[in-house]
């Protein structure tokens, strides 16, 4: 990267790909100092029509059903979960992912 970066040496981009045996994308997010993982915006937590408490009120139903050997079909999930969105005065259904 040094050799690189160094503007006397002619190292061009494609030569340092050759080099280092990697994709020019990591090299250039290298010399950009860009962070390897980048995290997607809260937007999509904001989005959820239910909380984390509702979520986990929601899995242990699925766990009971599953304890007591009971049929679960996803229809029941998404009437059960729609019924904790109406409890806080949400009327919107829920829509899949």
Known sequence: MKAYK??????????A???????KDSIT??????????YTSDIYIEQQKLSPTEEK??????IDYY???????IELLYYYANELCRAKGDNELVGKN
């Open 17 to 23: 790909v050759s080099l280092y045996h990697c994709s």
């Open 29 to 38: 997010n290298h010399l950009n100092d860009t962070p390897k993982h980048e």
């Open 67 to 73: 304890k007591l050997i009971l049929p679960l079909d």
């Open 6 to 15: 160094n503007p006397t040496s002619g190292l061009l981009l494609r030569a």
């Open 57 to 62: 009120a929601l899995v242990d139903h699925i």
